[in-house]
C-alpha cells in the first residue's frame, strides 16, 4: 500500500526585520504572525478529515516550527528530509533592493547573467529533481493515509511546475505559493498530478512580510 495523497505545505512568515534574503541561515525561526499562519494551515488539513500518517519537514527551523502544530494535530512525530530544504543562494544574508541593495551593487551582476539556470544559486532542475524523489518516497513511505510536507516557496513550486510540464525558469513574482499555503498531489498510474491548492492563511496574508527567499 502507498500513501493516498501527498500534501507540499509552505513554512509561515518568517521573523526578518531587516528583510535580507534568508535562504538556508539558522536562526530564522517564525515570527508571532507565522505560528498563526502555521495553525492555520493545520487546521485546514484537520477541517478536511484527511488521514494524515506522517509528517516530513525541511531541516530548517522555520519549517519544522510550521510542521509542529499539524503534527500536534495528527498526534504524530516531525522527520526531516534534507531534500524538502531551501535552495542555496549566493545572495544569503544581504538585503537585494533599496539603497545598498545587493542588486545594485555591480560585483554581484555576474552572478545574475543566466537567470534560466540560475547563475545565483540550485539550478532548478536540481531543485525539482530531489523535491520530485522526496515526493516518491513519501508515497512509497505509509500503508495508507496522507503524507504531509514542510518545505519552502521555490521548492514547492519546481514541483507545480514539474507536474504542469511548465519550463522550469520563471517570473518569481508569479509564484502561486504563498505562506502557509497547501499544494495537494495525488497519484495517477505512473504519475502524480497537483489535485489541489489551498490558502488557509490568506486572511493573515495582508500583514506578512514574505521577503527572504528567491
Not at 528530509?81 to 537585494?96: A, K, M, S, V, Y
Not at 545565483?120 to 513511505?141: H, K, N, Q, T, Y
Not at 502557509?180 to 497537483?194: P, Q
Request: net charge neutral; glycine share 8%; aromatic share 6%.
Amino acid at each position: 500500500m502507498v500513501a493516498s495523497q501527498i500534501h507540499l505545505v509552505r513554512h509561515g512568515e518568517v521573523l526578518n526585520p531587516e528583510r535580507v534574503l534568508y535562504g538556508r541561515l539558522p536562526g530564522f525561526g517564525l515570527s508571532p504572525l507565522g505560528q498563526k499562519m502555521a495553525e492555520a494551515a493545520a487546521a485546514d488539513l484537520v477541517d478536511r478529515g484527511r488521514p494524515v500518517a506522517r509528517v516530513v519537514s525541511s531541516p530548517l527551523q522555520r519549517t519544522r516550527e510550521s510542521a509542529e502544530p499539524i503534527a500536534a494535530l495528527f498526534n504524530l512525530p516531525v522527520s526531516t528530509d534534507d531534500r524538502l530544504i531551501e535552495p542555496q543562494n549566493r545572495f544569503e544574508g544581504t538585503r537585494l533592493t533599496g539603497p545598498g541593495g545587493a542588486l545594485r551593487d555591480p560585483r554581484n551582476w555576474p552572478s545574475l547573467t543566466n537567470p534560466l539556470r540560475p547563475s545565483w544559486g540550485e539550478p532548478f532542475r536540481s531543485i525539482a529533481g530531489r523535491m520530485l524523489a522526496a515526493v516518491d518516497e513519501a508515497w512509497r513511505s505509509v500503508e495508507d493515509g496522507d503524507v504531509v510536507l514542510v518545505s519552502h516557496q521555490l521548492p514547492i513550486w519546481m514541483v507545480h511546475r514539474a507536474l504542469t510540464g511548465d519550463r522550469l525558469p520563471h517570473d518569481p513574482r508569479k509564484r502561486r505559493c504563498e505562506l502557509s499555503s497547501i499544494t495537494t498531489l495525488s497519484r495517477r498510474g505512473e504519475a502524480f498530478v497537483e489535485v489541489g491548492y489551498a490558502n488557509p492563511a490568506g486572511h493573515l496574508q495582508v500583514l506578512a512580510t514574505d521577503v527572504g527567499a528567491v
